[in-house]
């Protein structure tokens, strides 16, 4: 039973991998928060960014709690925050590092969250991430590659990686998208061009306990040769990227 059970569950991984970008349909929950009126401003960008497809593939439920670090200009949380209901709450983290060069998105983000009573912000030191509660879910959305800049210290993946499995219950999720670069790479082009090879970031999660369980082609962009700078007005918005999945052992 046991056997099959897994054999089961690798094919859902499979699954899910395989067929992101078709017109699956989604959680309730989702497919509620899509639809927020609250969020009508960022729904136009659900075309191309697929916020409801991705926190499916997350596997967002009603009442979990959820950490979106370094949160931008609210995209995700808007999704998040009516993903997971009344019951469940989201921590926007902001590392204290990352606030020095980027001060100005946190007014605006804070206006966002104030739209929602479970969200808390938390501004803390980038490898110091943590949450007031264990949480089911650990996302970042193109910032992962910061963490390897001087700007945030830089911060060794390892003490980063390490905080979020301490910060996740058991069977707790960390989902990481970024900007792909070349093969081959590493993090050569984290400070130049804002990408980070896949290969790496795989090796340095899994090396402190995550199980990497899938991973997710809906920002795919085979078009993009990996050798320009993300801001690049031919590729920006449109940057090849990879959306990997990784579960804390429970």
């Known amino acids: 039973m046991i056997k099959q ?39 136009s960008a659900d075309a191309q960014r697929h916020g409801p497809e991705i926190l499916a593939f997350a596997g967002v439920t009603t ?9 931008g200009g609210g995209y995700w949380t808007q999704l ?3 993903s997971v209901g ?19 998105e946190v007014g605006p983000y804070a206006k966002v969250a104030g739209k929602y009573p479970n969200v808390s912000v938390l501004e803390q030191p980038g490898a110091q991430l943590a949450a007031p509660e264990k949480v089911d879910l650990i996302f970042t959305a193109q910032n992962y590659h910061d963490y390897l800049d001087k700007f945030m210290g830089p911060i060794d993946p390892m003490v980063l ?35 980070i090879d896949p290969a790496i970031v795989k090796t340095q999660v899994t090396a402190v306990g995550f199980q990497f ?12 040769d990996h050798a320009k700078k993300v801001f690049d007005p031919s590729i920006r918005g449109k940057t090849d990227q990879f959306i990997y999945k990784f579960r804390k052992p429970g």
């Open 80 to 82: 998040f925050a009516p």
């Open 161 to 195: 990686n390490k905080a979020a499995f301490a910060a996740l219950k058991p069977g707790g999720t960390y989902l990481i998208i970024d900007h792909v670069a070349q093969a081959g790479s590493g993090a050569r082009d984290t400070d130049t061009l804002h990408r």
């Open 63 to 71: 009442g979990a709690k959820v950490v979106d670090l370094i949160p």
């Open 5 to 43: 059970g897994f054999a089961a569950f690798a094919l859902l991984v499979a699954f899910y991998g395989w067929t992101a970008g078709a017109a699956e349909p989604l959680p309730s929950n989702i497919a509620a928060a899509a639809a927020d009126p609250a969020r009508a401003a960022q729904a």
């Open 213 to 224: 369980v899938g991973e997710s082609k809906l920002l795919a962009n085979a078009a993009d």
């Open 86 to 104: 009344p019951s469940g709450h989201v921590y926007a983290v902001w590392p204290a590092e990352y606030v020095k060069v980027d001060g100005d």
